[in-house]
């Protein structure tokens, strides 16, 4: 298990990461959810031990990283896409890695059959694609079949193929009881992937949810209503408590009530209704929304709910 | 594949040096490099050689009273002892450079332990290709020499003390390199240091007035290694050994802090 306790990092003066709590338990893949620039590489370089926290600790099944007997077989990582020398060949990559642990030379050859690297292990990882690069560095990882296991943005640059490939290999890791923790700022792939997601906006805890919770939480139900009677309908919608924004002269888009039960509080009302639809924001719109206080992500936020969320 | 939760014996030393020496052995830069230091080393040391026998007859007498056949077969280290030392820098900064450190910092729990094991892997490279270079350039040297000018059995007085200690000298001074390079970080700078404070700061120093310069240049390392390699005592500089151990000191120092800057840093 990965246990952070009020793990923060400041650079310059700058908060990057603030006082997060957040574990992660094996069996299951937690999603590490995040703009750009939240956090998310900071705070996975902090529990490998590579940054230091300024307070805080963060604990790998109770150790902190410099206390690891052997680090590969306890946690594996893919930190940096491309951390390699690009005149050594993938087998040598790993053949210095895995003699750090003791780690035998079947089980190097194993990790390039498993990531699908055999046919040009020998060839130097100068000349690999992206794709290739990043299966090297998931080799890597996997090279100690450790409980723990650490990917940063593993999807990136790979290709639909590629993406799949590393979905299917995380939730097979999981299913063997590894604890998986996987960063993205793709909220349609975490949602696909995790079965729980710590969200993290501008170093800050956002949420740390189941994600059908989270799913549930955060989408499908807003309600856009029209009426020429707005004010009055808003007043009512504010007493069943409900939260909304206008969204032009005669519409409002409503939250925190469902559909059906706005269309029932109109209709004892009398309040005549122009439209009364369901929006169902997705995933991304929900995650968006989470954002919304993250200076970086405002650029073109259009339409802004108001209220609490989880 | 199932997860095991066996006991399993701690990452030893042993463990680290061996994924080091994986790591030396299959990057083309390390055969490169090492060419370099064997080629402009012996290379240049038979050049000086030869140049001199070519001239003999032009030279003064005074000056050939004062020739060590020794020290001018060894003339090529001036060159060599700077590809060793790149040799030495690149240990680190090439894994800085491709972000290799990330991958072998999250492999083992101790950033020390890794450096120590950098450094005694690199340690027994270098002695050895050290001692390799500086025997190959005197017996060379000696071959060019001989016939013209008077040459320098190994069984000299200090002839065999020269010629070893000068691979060692440049072991040592590549070792310090390394040290550099840990600080440093950056392959380029490093280098740039590590030649202005083997080259170009004994030239700096020559620029001073002589009673100064001379209480300042035996402190230099050019200086020592100038020394080891010269079978005559210099004036106004430590004898052999106690350069060296000078040296040894230096990098001892270097090789501290850059532990202490590899620890207290962010990788």
Redesign the interface.
């Known amino acids: 298990m990965i246990e952070a306790h009020g793990l923060t990092k400041t650079y310059e003066g700058t908060l990057a990461v603030d006082h997060l709590d957040f574990q992660v338990v094996?069996g299951r893949v937690t999603g590490f959810l995040g703009p750009n620039g939240a956090g998310k590489s900071t705070t996975m370089?902090m529990i490998?031990?590579?940054?230091?926290p300024s307070e805080g600790s963060v604990l790998i099944n109770g150790q902190h990283?410099?206390?690891?007997?052997?680090?590969?077989?306890t946690i594996g990582?893919l930190?940096?896409a491309?951390?390699?020398?690009?005149?050594?060949?993938a087998r040598?990559?790993l053949?210095?890695?895995a003699?750090?642990?003791?780690i035998s030379k079947q089980r190097v050859d194993e990790v390039l059959d498993l990531v699908g690297l055999t046919s040009v292990a020998d060839r130097r990882a100068g000349t690999f694609s992206l794709g290739m690069g990043q299966r090297l560095g998931i080799a890597?990882a996997l090279l100690g079949?450790a409980?723990l296991l650490l990917f940063d943005e593993p999807v990136n640059g790979l290709d639909p193929e590629g993406i799949l490939w590393i979905r299917h290999l995380l939730r097979g890791l999981a299913a063997?009881?590894?604890g998986i923790f996987v960063s993205s700022h793709l909220m349609s792939e975490m949602a696909l992937t995790a079965d729980h997601v710590v969200v993290i906006g501008r170093g800050k805890l956002v949420a740390d949810t189941d994600m059908v919770n989270f799913i549930d939480a955060n989408s499908g139900k807003t309600t856009l209503v029209r009426t020429p009677r707005r004010e009055e309908l808003q007043t009512l919608l504010t007493e069943h408590g409900a939260t909304m924004t206008s969204v032009d002269p005669d519409g409002l888009q409503v939250t925190g009530l469902e559909t059906a039960e706005i269309g029932e509080i109109a209709f004892s009302a009398g309040i005549v209704l122009h439209e009364l639809a369901s929006v169902s924001a997705s995933l991304e719109d929900a995650f968006m929304s989470l954002m919304q206080d993250d200076v970086e992500f405002q650029s073109h936020t259009s339409v802004h709910l108001e209220g609490e969320r989880a | 594949m199932s997860v095991t939760t066996t006991t399993q014996r701690r990452q030893s030393f042993g463990d680290l040096l061996s994924s080091e020496w994986v790591k030396i052995r299959s990057v083309r830069s390390t055969i490169l490099t090492l060419l370099v230091t064997a080629v402009l080393t012996i290379g240049i040391s038979s050049l000086g050689a030869f140049a001199i026998a070519a001239n003999w007859n032009h030279v003064s007498p005074a000056q050939r009273l004062a020739f060590d056949p020794t020290s001018r077969s060894l003339s090529g280290v001036l060159l060599g002892q700077l590809a060793l030392g790149v040799l030495g820098i690149l240990v680190f900064t090439a894994e800085v450079a491709t972000g290799t450190i990330s991958a072998t910092f999250t492999a083992a729990s101790s950033r020390s332990k890794v450096l120590l094991a950098k450094i005694v892997m690199f340690a027994i490279v270098a002695i050895i290709v050290g001692e390799i270079v500086s025997f190959a350039s005197f017996f060379a040297g000696q071959a060019l020499l001989s016939g013209t000018t008077p040459t320098a059995p190994l069984g000299g007085t200090n002839v065999l003390r020269a010629v070893a200690g000068t691979g060692l000298y440049m072991a040592i001074l590549a070792l310090f390199a390394l040290g550099l390079g840990v600080i440093v970080r950056h392959t380029a700078g490093a280098i740039t240091t590590f030649v202005a404070l083997v080259l170009v700061l004994p030239l700096l120093v020559t620029a001073l007035p002589t009673s100064l310069s001379n209480d300042i240049n035996k402190f230099l390392p050019f200086t020592v290694g100038q020394t080891m390699m010269s079978v005559h005592s210099q004036p106004d500089t430590f004898s052999a050994w106690a350069g060296l151990g000078l040296l040894a000191v230096y990098t001892v120092l270097v090789l501290l802090i850059a532990n202490w800057r590899l620890n207290s840093r962010d990788a």
């Open positions: 094996e370089r490998m031990g590579l940054d230091h990283f410099s206390e690891l007997k052997n680090p590969l077989r990582a930190l940096e491309k951390a390699y020398h690009p005149g050594r060949t040598n990559h053949l210095a890695l003699a750090t642990n003791h890597a079949d409980p063997e009881g590894r």
